[in-house]
T-cell receptor
């Protein structure tokens, strides 16, 4: 089946640094990728929707200047957490939407990236 | 009120038991996903359903669109099935709503 990868799987950084997380669709082209954040014992929360070649659409309350999303190709989207702070520590998950036969869409989830900001 | 409700929130079972996790939703959907999240956080898509029933190995997922309800069944449960199982519904326009998950522990 379709696979979505994320890199890195975990990262620890100092407060104030920027961290880039990559999301790749490995065997399909994803016109749309989604970025989610999950705090401990909470549900996944959508941060932004990213369409290839256009600006991402951010959910209410998500700072677009802090969470930079680039969807430069049909197989790669990146999320950059700029000037990370301890409260940004979370589990970040991407998903990619594949267009199937007869126009049906399927969404595949990446394994997630655990970010710890010291 | 959550658009997606899962039950139970926590479940402990003996190895070999038949397990059922339920998901109810209150909105019209185009599809429903069952996801498995392992202790390390990694997520695996188990099923995507828009009607009927799907089976993969020891896992079975059913959905009743009229009753806005889905169930995930695990037959002959095993300790490696211990994980959080998340129900996610897809609205038209591809907006997702996630349940808060069911934490399953299978004891040897």
């Amino acid at each position: 089946g379709a696979v979505v990868s994320q890199h890195p799987s975990w990262v620890i950084c100092k407060s104030g640094t920027s961290v880039k997380i990559e999301c790749r669709s490995l065997d399909f082209q994803a016109t749309t990728m989604f970025w989610y954040r999950q705090f401990p014992k909470q549900s996944l929360m959508l941060m932004a929707t990213s369409n290839e070649g256009s600006k991402a659409t951010y959910e209410q309350g998500v700072e677009k200047d802090k969470f930079l999303i680039n969807h430069a190709s049909l197989t790669l989207s990146t999320l950059t957490v700029t000037s990370a702070h301890p409260e940004d520590s979370s589990f970040y998950i991407c998903s990619a939407r594949a267009r199937g036969l007869a126009g049906t869409d399927t969404q595949y989830f990446g394994p997630g990236t655990r970010l710890t900001v010291l | 009120k959550n658009e997606v409700e899962q039950s139970p929130q926590n479940l402990t079972a003996q190895e070999g038991e038949f397990i059922t996790i339920n998901c109810s939703y209150s909105v019209g959907i185009s599809a429903l996903h069952w996801l498995q999240q392992h202790p390390g956080g990694g997520i695996v898509s188990l099923f995507m359903l828009s009607s009927g029933k799907k089976k993969h190995g020891r896992l079975i997922a059913t959905i009743n669109i009229q009753e806005k309800h889905s169930s995930l069944h695990i037959t002959a449960s095993h300790p490696r099935d211990s994980a959080v199982y998340i129900c996610a519904v897809v609205l038209t326009g591809n907006q997702f709503y996630f349940g808060t998950g069911t934490s399953l522990t299978v004891i040897p």
